[in-house]
């Protein structure tokens, strides 16, 4: 295959693979082949959401009760959500390293947990189970950090979507796991296994695909990219329906033979791989477009700009030499007093934050009142849906579900958590162009949701469990585009490594005051009630074990929704501007890497201008241009 002008011209013999090779390079390097490894690293970055498959193998193998069970699963959150080390790592150093550090941890954490379960090691004492999760579980916001970031600031105009379908893979990756682990394992096995599959084959994933992970500049010329992001959504559709399928099938199925496993497995990797059609596809059109000769002009244009403004910068100097120093020291005169009346700025602009959308500091941020408001909603939002997930084997054991049924309950959460994320994604990106929606808006709406899974667990309704993982899987996922999307646009992207994680340390704060201080001492207390002895596999059986703790986490969930509606008027007008007209600006890639030229450039233009008036300045930074358009 020859591609552009090879063919035209009549290529020489050999001339055929060189051109196919320089393709082949150009799609491993090109953005959009960044996007599908970002994908492939999030598809195997969900291991922490599979907890309720492999926490009856801990709980059995090291004799811990319900409470203890659950703060293991607290530090599994702590780790999966405080990913503050490596926003702070990502802000100074290329995405590689972030990788290479996750990978590490992943594979270190869940050997050791593997090997203690199994029995291949001393039994050791709960701190330091609690330390392997949370170091296992730490590299998933390694890996979030690296790649999902990345991606949003490769394709800031449609950070909503991107942030969906990443993270909807992440909620896939569950479903995953557990198609794997039983082509390779089988169904009668504890879950002791899924560890070992757990520890190395995200690692392997992130090592391979480490070279690719960076950000790029963007082609200047690209359009249409929300039409090949709406085709990898069909995709991941299509692997999620797939996977529905395969649950129900092998719920129906009592003998599921081992053959069929193997057959669905490969079916799956398809499926998973399919999208690298939709990057050579993209990729083809930027080897083969031409280059535009209207980028080429502007880049000339402003060259010629900053030239003729150093010229002119120049001749000023040379004819009025005196006027010009006094006015230099009457500037840095100036300047000297205003650093002396703001000598403690630091401090100061901590509570003088800039307009929402402008790049806020990580201390503005922090100390800001929408950040405080979304995070009391995350809190009870993920906290309260985050208990669900991670207690859905012990719910459906206590409700005498039988233990397919319970694998079963935690793929779906997982398939209906990626649904939340891709839908909460792509639907609040639309509502809010079409409609200028408040995105906390959508957030209320999906709190509002979860309370109904939650009411359907206190309850105990009968076979209500499947409906309830359905609607608290979904809602679980839909939280985290929103949370993500909304710290993106209110506080900028300059510092939203450190303040996407940030974001993410509510949902174990949420979990430790729901999960641990709340269902599972509440658990054991009926545990202990209905004859148990404390020290040993407590267990709990009647509905009773869940429904004050979950009656509880639906008023909490509740109040969550009351909170990020105060968000949602609070950032109505915000919402009814221009969120990413700032972005539409030739060759910007995000508020951090793209831009610096063009700052360069409006730098050496407003520094020559002199004495022009403020409506002068205010006339010149509206008339831009954008290959002779104007932003």
Same mark, same amino acid.
């Given at each position: 295959?020859?591609?552009?002008?090879?063919?035209?011209?009549?290529?020489?013999?050999?001339?055929?693979?060189?051109?196919?090779?320089?393709?082949?390079?150009?799609?491993?390097?090109?953005?959009?082949?960044?996007?599908?490894?970002?994908?492939?690293?999030?598809?195997?970055?969900?291991?922490?959401?599979?907890?309720?498959?492999?926490?009856?193998?801990?709980?059995?193998?090291?004799?811990?009760?319900?409470?203890?069970?659950?703060?293991?699963?607290?530090?599994?959150?702590?780790?999966?959500?405080?990913?503050?080390?490596?926003?702070?790592?990502?802000?100074?150093?290329?995405?590689?390293?972030?990788?290479?550090?996750?990978?590490?941890?992943?594979?270190?954490?869940?050997?050791?947990?593997?090997?203690?379960?199994?029995?291949?090691? *001393?039994?050791?004492?709960?701190?330091?189970? #609690?330390?392997?999760?949370?170091?296992?579980?730490?590299?998933?916001?390694?890996?979030?950090?690296?790649?999902?970031?990345?991606?949003?600031?490769?394709?800031?105009?449609?950070?909503?979507?991107?942030?969906?379908?990443?993270?909807?893979?992440?909620?896939?990756?569950?479903?995953?796991?557990?198609?794997?682990?039983?082509?390779?394992?089988?169904?009668?096995?504890?879950?002791?296994?899924?560890?070992?599959?757990?520890?190395?084959?995200?690692?392997?994933?992130?090592?391979?695909?480490?070279?690719?992970?960076?950000?790029?500049?963007?082609?200047?010329?690209?359009?249409?990219?929300?039409?090949?992001?709406?085709?990898?959504?069909?995709?991941?559709?299509?692997?999620?329906?797939?996977?529905?399928?395969?649950?129900?099938?092998?719920?129906?199925?009592?003998?599921?033979?081992?053959?069929?496993?193997?057959?669905?497995?490969?079916?799956?990797?398809?499926?998973?791989?399919?999208?690298?059609?939709?990057?050579?596809?993209?990729?083809?059109?930027?080897?083969?477009?031409?280059?535009?000769?209207?980028?080429?002009?502007?880049?000339?244009?402003?060259?010629?700009?900053?030239?003729?403004?150093?010229?002119?910068?120049?001749?000023?100097?040379?004819?009025?030499?005196?006027?010009?120093?006094?006015?230099?020291?009457?500037?840095?005169?100036?300047?000297?007093?205003?650093?002396?009346?703001?000598?403690?700025?630091?401090?100061?602009?901590?509570?003088?934050?800039?307009?929402?959308?402008?790049?806020?500091?990580?201390?503005?941020?922090?100390?800001?009142?929408?950040?405080?408001?979304?995070?009391?909603?995350?809190? #009870?939002?993920?906290?309260? =849906?985050?208990?669900?997930?991670?207690?859905?084997?012990?719910?459906?054991?206590?409700?005498?579900?039988?233990?397919?049924?319970?694998?079963?309950?935690?793929?779906?959460?997982?398939?209906?958590?990626?649904?939340?994320?891709?839908?909460?994604?792509?639907?609040?990106?639309?509502?809010?162009?079409?409609?200028?929606?408040?995105?906390?808006?959508?957030?209320?709406?999906?709190?509002?949701? *979860? #309370?109904?899974?939650?009411?359907?667990?206190?309850?105990?309704?009968?076979?209500?469990?499947?409906?309830?993982?359905?609607?608290?899987?979904?809602?679980?996922?839909?939280?985290?585009?929103?949370?993500?999307?909304?710290?993106?646009?209110?506080?900028?992207?300059?510092?939203?490594?450190?303040?996407?994680?940030?974001?993410?340390?509510?949902?174990?704060?949420?979990?430790?005051?729901?999960?641990?201080?709340?269902?599972?001492?509440?658990?054991?207390?009926?545990?202990?009630?209905?004859?148990?002895?404390?020290?040993?596999?407590?267990?709990?059986?009647?509905?009773?074990?869940?429904?004050?703790?979950?009656?509880?986490?639906?008023?909490?969930?509740?109040?969550?929704?009351?909170?990020?509606?105060?968000?949602?008027?609070?950032?109505?007008?915000?919402?009814?501007?221009?969120?990413?007209?700032?972005?539409?600006?030739?060759?910007?890639?995000?508020? =951090?890497?793209?831009?610096?030229?063009?700052?360069?450039?409006?730098?050496?233009?407003?520094?020559?201008?002199?004495?022009?008036?403020?409506?002068?300045?205010?006339?010149?930074?509206?008339?831009?241009?954008?290959?002779?358009?104007?932003?």
């Amino acid at each position: 295959m020859v591609f552009g002008g090879d063919r035209a011209m009549g290529a020489a013999p050999g001339a055929d693979a060189a051109s196919t090779m320089r393709f082949a390079l150009h799609v491993v390097r090109g953005r959009w082949f960044m996007f599908f490894a970002s994908i492939l690293i999030m598809a195997a970055a969900g291991g922490t959401y599979i907890f309720a498959i492999y926490s009856k193998a801990i709980k059995t193998s090291l004799g811990y009760d319900q409470q203890t069970l659950n703060t293991l699963s607290f530090f599994k959150d702590v780790g999966a959500n405080v990913g503050i080390l490596p926003g702070l790592i990502n802000e100074v150093t290329p995405p590689w390293v972030v990788l290479a550090c996750g990978a590490g941890m992943n594979l270190v954490g869940y050997l050791m947990i593997y090997l203690a379960i199994s029995g291949r090691t *001393a039994r050791p004492p709960v701190w330091l189970m #609690c330390v392997y999760i949370a170091v296992g579980a730490n590299s998933q916001s390694f890996a979030n950090t690296g790649s999902l970031v990345t991606a949003v600031k490769n394709f800031p105009e449609d950070r909503g979507v991107v942030l969906g379908l990443l993270k909807g893979f992440v909620g896939l990756s569950g479903a995953i796991f557990t198609q794997l682990y039983r082509a390779i394992y089988g169904t009668d096995n504890d879950g002791t296994d899924l560890v070992l599959l757990m520890a190395w084959l995200p690692a392997a994933i992130s090592l391979v695909f480490i070279p690719t992970i960076r950000i790029m500049p963007r082609n200047t010329a690209a359009r249409g990219e929300r039409k090949a992001f709406f085709l990898f959504l069909y995709a991941s559709i299509v692997l999620a329906v797939y996977l529905l399928v395969m649950n129900v099938v092998e719920l129906e199925v009592i003998h599921f033979p081992k053959p069929a496993y193997y057959v669905t497995a490969v079916v799956l990797l398809l499926l998973i791989f399919f999208p690298i059609v939709i990057v050579v596809k993209q990729e083809l059109k930027t080897y083969l477009a031409p280059p535009e000769p209207a980028t080429a002009a502007a880049t000339s244009a402003a060259i010629v700009t900053i030239t003729v403004n150093e010229k002119t910068r120049a001749s000023s100097n040379n004819v009025a030499p005196e006027s010009t120093d006094h006015r230099h020291q009457a500037t840095a005169a100036a300047a000297a007093n205003d650093d002396a009346d703001s000598s403690p700025s630091c401090f100061q602009d901590v509570f003088r934050p800039p307009a929402r959308g402008q790049d806020y500091t990580i201390l503005q941020a922090l100390f800001s009142v929408d950040m405080l408001v979304l995070f009391v909603a995350t809190i #009870c939002g993920i906290g309260g =849906t985050l208990t669900a997930v991670d207690n859905m084997g012990q719910i459906g054991q206590s409700l005498g579900y039988p233990q397919r049924s319970i694998t079963t309950f935690v793929s779906l959460v997982s398939i209906w958590n990626y649904a939340g994320r891709v839908v909460a994604g792509f639907a609040s990106e639309y509502v809010l162009a079409r409609y200028k929606v408040p995105r906390p808006l959508a957030l209320t709406v999906v709190l509002l949701l *979860a #309370c109904v899974g939650h009411a359907l667990i206190a309850f105990g309704v009968n076979n209500g469990l499947y409906a309830a993982s359905v609607i608290l899987g979904f809602c679980f996922g839909a939280q985290w585009p929103l949370l993500f999307a909304i710290i993106s646009e209110v506080f900028g992207l300059k510092y939203y490594s450190t303040l996407y994680n940030f974001g993410a340390v509510a949902s174990p704060v949420g979990s430790y005051i729901l999960n641990v201080r709340i269902a599972g001492r509440m658990y054991d207390r009926e545990a202990l009630r209905q004859g148990g002895q404390r020290g040993k596999d407590l267990t709990c059986i009647g509905v009773r074990c869940f429904r004050e703790s979950f009656l509880i986490i639906t008023g909490v969930t509740l109040l969550g929704a009351l909170v990020s509606l105060l968000l949602a008027w609070r950032t109505r007008n915000f919402y009814r501007g221009d969120l990413y007209g700032r972005f539409r600006e030739v060759g910007m890639v995000g508020a =951090t890497a793209g831009g610096a030229n063009d700052r360069k450039v409006h730098e050496a233009e407003a520094s020559t201008s002199g004495g022009a008036s403020d409506s002068d300045t205010k006339d010149t930074s509206s008339s831009e241009t954008v290959n002779g358009s104007k932003v």
